[in-house]
């Protein structure tokens, strides 16, 4: 049985107590009623089928933490038909809609100027880089860089939030993401930044040049380039937003400046005889055609896709985890979360040494 909702304070919220050494701290419930204002916005999340139980984690965590409040809609995609196995593990996650969508052939296929056996070729040279010897996962980050936000499933859709297979959320969110995104203008916005492996994009900086010479008008004024770059444009130095999370907003990507860039890429080849994966795609594009202003960090999203973490660790943020902020992937020198919070004149990331010691 139900139990009766408690009646809403109108005071503020109280900071949470601590003990002494500051390490004990309450758990506050989400706030029981449902929101008044929605963002138009759904989950997406592209899955096999024999990846099951890993998105029925997923959708759990995510419902647990925040959507039970919200109920934005899932929408779930596959590049084969999904079984009604598949279908019937995920339908009782929420209560919310879910659709569940197959990709268009033409968007997990070869285009007309690739050639499959020069595509081959690069796979067997490449059998020594992470995913570089799979066919599937090229089409899938060519599908997850330029089409899924195209499926006829997401174009009602303003923004999405991207989730995967296996992902853990691990604080309550008592507040909307999406409103927070649709309130700020902020159209791009990551939990976890990191540098990419240079062996699977090769020339993917020097595509990107050839565009920024073609396009210059697509660039946007006050953008991130020394996010991505530590000499001015010349070099790509690797950062990236992981983009397995990822809230953004997909009017922005299915505009001009995103397809060209897209098509520029394409075109080049590289999804195909190179490796080249959709978060250096996305955060290349996010940091060259938006204004650093348009993309945010969400500190306070505890987050986990194998091996890193996002944790925060700020005393009234930790009182809503259950994470280690110790492990907080954003605080190791390897991470770019620094660079992009100071580059966008962010307060930085708060270590658990300063707040617990
Ligand atoms: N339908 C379908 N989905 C796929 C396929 N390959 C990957 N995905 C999905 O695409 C997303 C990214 O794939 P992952 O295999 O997680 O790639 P990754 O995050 O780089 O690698 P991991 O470290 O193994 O998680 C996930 O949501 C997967 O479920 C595929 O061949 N078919
Ligand atoms: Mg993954």
Same mark, same amino acid.
């Given at each position: 049985m139900n139990a009766a909702p408690p009646k809403e304070s109108k005071k503020k919220a109280a900071t949470p107590k601590r003990d002494q050494k500051n390490t004990i701290l309450i758990q506050k419930p989400l706030p029981?009623?449902?929101?008044? *204002? @929605?963002?138009?916005?759904?989950?997406?999340?592209?899955?096999?089928?024999?990846?099951? #139980?890993?998105?029925?984690?997923?959708? *759990? #965590?995510?419902?647990?933490r925040f959507n039970r409040n919200f109920q934005y809609p899932y929408v779930i995609l596959n590049d084969m038909p999904f079984t009604?196995?598949?279908?019937?593990?995920?339908?009782?996650?929420?209560?919310?809609?879910?659709?569940?969508?197959l990709v268009p052939r033409e968007h997990w296929s070869y285009p007309e100027w690739i050639s499959p056996t020069k595509a081959k070729e690069a796979r067997t040279a490449m059998a020594d880089v992470l995913y570089g010897w799979s066919e599937s996962y090229r089409h899938m980050c060519r599908y997850q860089s330029g089409f899924f936000f195209q499926h006829e499933a997401m174009l009602p859709f303003d923004y999405y939030w991207r989730i995967e297979p296996d992902v853990e959320y691990s604080c309550d969110l008592d507040f909307d993401p999406f409103l927070y995104m649709q309130d700020n203008n902020k159209k791009y916005a990551f939990t976890v930044s990191l540098p990419e492996y240079m062996a699977t994009i090769p020339s993917l900086w020097n595509v990107t040049k050839d565009f920024m010479d073609k396009y210059p008008h697509l660039l946007?004024?006050?953008?991130?380039?020394?996010?991505?770059?530590?000499?001015?444009?010349?070099?790509?130095?690797?950062?990236?937003?992981?983009?397995?999370?990822?809230?953004?907003?997909? @009017?922005?990507? @299915?505009?001009?400046?995103?397809?060209?860039?897209?098509?520029? &890429?394409? #075109?080049?080849?590289?999804? !195909?005889?190179? @490796?080249?994966?959709?978060?250096?795609? %996305?955060?290349?594009?996010?940091?060259? &055609? &938006?204004?650093?202003? #348009?993309?945010?960090?969400?500190?306070?999203?505890?987050?986990?896709?194998?091996? !890193?973490?996002?944790?925060?660790?700020?005393?009234? &943020?930790?009182?809503?985890? %259950?994470?280690?902020?110790?492990?907080?992937?954003?605080?190791? *020198?390897?991470?770019?979360?620094?660079?992009?919070?100071?580059?966008?004149?962010?307060?930085?990331?708060v270590f658990p040494e300063e707040v617990f010691d």
């Open positions: 029981p009623k449902p929101p008044t *204002r @929605r963002a138009n916005a759904a989950f997406v999340m592209l899955v096999r089928n024999s990846d099951g #139980q890993g998105a029925r984690s997923a959708i *759990r #965590q995510i419902e647990d009604e196995e598949f279908k019937e593990l995920i339908r009782p996650m929420s209560k919310a809609d879910i659709t569940f969508g946007a004024e006050n953008n991130a380039l020394d996010f991505i770059s530590d000499d001015g444009g010349k070099t790509y130095n690797t950062c990236h937003f992981w983009s397995n999370f990822e809230i953004a907003d997909a @009017r922005w990507m @299915r505009g001009e400046a995103y397809q060209q860039y897209f098509e520029h &890429l394409d #075109q080049a080849g590289g999804f !195909f005889y190179e @490796r080249w994966g959709d978060a250096p795609v %996305h955060s290349i594009a996010a940091a060259l &055609l &938006l204004p650093i202003d #348009q993309i945010h960090f969400f500190k306070e999203i505890g987050y986990f896709h194998a091996p !890193f973490y996002n944790c925060p660790a700020e005393p009234e &943020l930790q009182a809503k985890c %259950h994470c280690d902020p110790s492990r907080n992937v954003n605080r190791e *020198r390897m991470s770019c979360t620094n660079r992009f919070l100071e580059l966008a004149g962010e307060k930085g990331m």
